[in-house]
């Protein structure tokens, strides 16, 4: 089956930086559209940042020019590099492979949990 795993959370002070990984298994992950999301206890997963199989990035407003999504097809890795943390970022990542065939079909990572917190 599917398996993605995400690597690289921890906790930062605000305004510092993390880069976040995702390894996929058991697809083929050049024909995937990959992103990160992130999801706060009693709040809906919300995208951060995704990623098309031909390259076509889309970031949310509030990460906009702060974060960067990028993927390494021949590794079947996906990364974050998350720049000028704020507090509101605290939340768990996850990693999300999808593909359309009429409908979408998601695959999930377990999540990393990122804390920025003095």
């Known amino acids: 089956q599917v398996r993605l795993v995400e690597s690289g959370g921890g906790l930062v002070q605000p305004g510092g930086s993390l880069r976040l990984s995702c390894v996929g298994s058991r697809l083929i992950f050049s024909r995937h559209g990959v992103g990160w999301y992130r999801q706060v206890p009693g709040h809906q997963r919300e995208l951060v940042a995704e990623?098309?199989?031909?390259?076509?990035?889309t970031y949310s407003d509030s990460v906009k020019g702060r974060f960067a999504i990028s993927r390494d097809n021949a590794k079947n890795s996906l990364y974050l590099q998350m720049n000028s943390l704020k507090p509101a970022a605290t939340a768990v990542y996850y990693c999300?492979?999808?593909?359309?065939?009429?409908?979408?079909?998601?695959?999930w990572g377990q999540g990393t949990q990122v804390n920025v917190s003095s």
């Open positions: 999300n492979a999808h593909f359309i065939r009429g409908l979408r079909y998601d695959f």
């Open positions: 990623i098309s199989s031909d390259g076509v990035t």
